[in-house]
């Protein structure tokens, strides 16, 4: 029987007793307010003369940073300007990333983390996280110990092996849990001191890094197999024994390994994959509500995926479940209405060699065929995918065939970062005379073709993730189901309003992002809590108690301890 217990709520208002005095408390970030110390806290803990005379309040202070922040051309500097607010004072840092979220997401997470992440060795200036490497093998659960906090609600855990689409970046892809980690907070509100980013070092065959005298990691080869499954297992065990209701994200893995992992630990810790779960409900969230657009089910739909990894079968696995719940099909059923490509073309069941086994359930029965654009001719798509991580691979014939079919094709390009989408919005709109509905992984700009603006929407996994986190930690769930995702994209799918339909637009607007992770947050504990897979009492008014555990960036009052 679960243990009911009460989570812990986070905005409270009592003045904090605070121990340290004078510098300790300005160079503590978590502490640190800045110029807003009100007179009488300078006085009782000893920073009178530390700091300029005026005491200003939280926005005085965004809009100091503001001004400093817009004399910043370059994405990656303002990146590395941001991080730096963080390293000072973290309530001041997602205050300013909340009031200007359209803006700075981009900055934080895709596209410019990425490139944050080429340069991680050389932009580095101060920790943040935990590296688990090879060295601490036999010891993780002492260097786990070696963390503050004593609560840890999130980790979000990478090896480094796929960044985005740039590849095995080893340890400098620890840009991305701490990005993740920020969309959780700024996202869903869980509080930032409860939640960990990890880099699972266990090294890179990038030669490139190897032979770069600023990298950070470990300089040998990545290792597999055995050796790797110890590692994560071993990893697993430390981090549950030490926060036993702490949800683990695989992030950025590749595919390999990431299939794998998930199915080793679905059933046995709460934990889940992004790139799979995440990317598969925002993307069938945007089918739901382009099929809206075109008032259609999803089972009027044939769908080509370009790319058969992580994401493809991610998002197949999940539209499929939504066509199956649609209609009382079975899972089988429903994949005869997708069709995988791969870099070696259609996935069919007489290919030689052995198939991976995340493609095998998607394998057709039928000859081979090596373009797209023969296979878009083939199959007559209503609905074309994009996860390749290849660039141009949506070429104008490509598009026009398949609208020669279908006068509103579907068009997703999900590949990351900008540079790799398989096309760009003004070319989707263009090339079919503005009648494409149109996604993709990264945000393009609205595009003016033939006299009218679209505003094409971006498949961002922040819609989904952070919502489904904040769910799962709030009911205090045994488990992250994919049933609790498939309820996030029904759930995001009927938030885009009407209007936003009309535009062609099939997310809603990024800046509602907390609302929506509360809608979803709020149907996941519903979900959980219905099916006995929550630890933590029932509240009577499940949303109210959602809202009342996201974290608001705001200062306490402090007195001395
Ligand atoms: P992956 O490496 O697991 O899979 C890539 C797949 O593309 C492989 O099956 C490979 O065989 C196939 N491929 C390679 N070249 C091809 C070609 N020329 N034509 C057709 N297929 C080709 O990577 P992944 O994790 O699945 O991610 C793929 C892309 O999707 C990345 O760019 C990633 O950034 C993006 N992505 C987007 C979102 C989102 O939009 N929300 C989420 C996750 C991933």
Redesign the pocket.
């Known amino acids: 029987m679960l243990q009911k217990i009460e989570f812990q709520l986070p905005n409270s208002t009592d003045p904090l007793p605070v121990k340290g005095r004078g510098l300790t408390i300005l160079n503590d970030p978590w502490l640190n307010k800045g110029t807003s110390f009100t007179p009488e806290e300078r006085i009782a803990l000893g920073l009178s003369g530390l700091l300029p005379p005026h005491s200003a309040d939280m926005g005085e202070q965004v809009m100091r940073v503001m001004e400093n922040y817009a004399r910043l051309t370059d994405p990656l500097d303002k990146y590395t300007f941001l991080i730096s607010l963080a390293d000072r004072n973290v309530t001041l840092f997602y205050r300013v990333l909340m009031n200007n979220l359209q803006e700075m997401t981009p900055i934080m997470y895709t596209p410019t983390v990425g490139y944050a992440c080429q340069k991680f060795g050389h932009l580095y200036r101060k920790n943040r996280g935990m590296y688990i490497s090879l060295r601490h093998k036999g010891r993780i659960a002492q260097v786990l110990s070696n963390w503050p906090s004593e609560e840890v609600d999130i980790i979000v855990i990478s090896d480094g092996s796929?960044i985005?689409?740039l590849g095995d970046l080893g340890a400098n892809g620890m840009g991305i849990p701490i990005g993740k980690l920020v969309l959780y907070v700024v996202g869903a509100g869980l509080h930032p001191d409860r939640t960990l980013p990890i880099l699972l070092d266990v090294g890179t065959d990038n030669e490139e890094l190897l032979n770069d005298p600023l990298y950070l990691g470990c300089t040998h080869r990545r290792v597999h197999g055995e050796e790797f499954y110890e590692i994560v297992d071993e990893f697993v065990n430390a981090a549950t024994e030490r926060w036993p209701n702490v949800l683990i994200q695989w992030d950025d893995f590749?595919?390999d390994k990431a299939f794998p992992l998930l199915n080793r630990y679905r059933d046995e810790v709460l934990c889940f994959n992004d790139?799979i779960q995440g990317?598969g409900a925002?993307a069938l969230a945007g089918l739901i509500a382009a099929t809206r657009i075109r008032d259609e089910h999803l089972s009027d739909q044939r769908i080509v995926f370009?790319?058969?990894?992580?994401?493809?079968v991610g998002i197949a696995d999940m539209i499929c479940a939504g066509i199956a719940d649609e209609h009382s099909l079975t899972q089988e059923e429903a994949r005869k209405l997708v069709w995988m490509?791969?870099?070696k073309g259609l996935v069919t069941t007489t290919r030689d060699g052995e198939l991976q086994s995340h493609k095998v359930p998607y394998a057709r029965d039928e000859e081979p065929a090596d373009t797209l654009l023969e296979i878009v001719r083939r199959v007559k798509p209503t609905v074309l995918i994009g996860?390749?991580?290849?660039p141009r691979?949506f070429t104008e014939p490509v598009v026009k065939a398949m609208q020669a079919e279908c006068e509103q094709p579907i068009v997703f390009a999900?590949?990351?970062p900008t540079s790799?989408a398989e096309c760009t919005a003004e070319e989707a709109y263009r090339w079919t005379g503005g009648k494409a509905i149109f996604a993709s992984?990264s945000p393009f700009p609205p595009v003016r073709v033939e006299g009218r603006i679209f505003v094409p929407g971006q498949?961002?996994?922040m819609f989904i993730f952070p919502g489904v986190g904040l769910g799962a930690v709030a009911c205090g769930a045994d488990r992250v189901t994919d049933e609790m995702f498939f309820t996030a994209a029904k759930t995001l799918a009927h938030i885009v309003t009407e209007d936003e339909l009309r535009a062609g637009t099939i997310y809603p607007d990024l800046g509602k992002i907390r609302q929506i992770s509360l809608a979803i947050a709020s149907a996941v504990c519903l979900l959980a809590w219905e099916q006995g897979l929550a630890r933590y009492a029932e509240p009577d008014d499940i949303r109210e108690y959602v809202r009342s555990c996201m974290y608001h960036p705001g200062y306490r009052p402090y007195v001395a301890a």
């Open positions: 796929r985005l689409g590749t595919n790139d990317t925002v370009c790319g058969a990894g992580s994401a493809a490509v791969d870099s996860a390749s991580g290849q691979t999900l590949s990351n790799k992984g498949g961002n996994n």
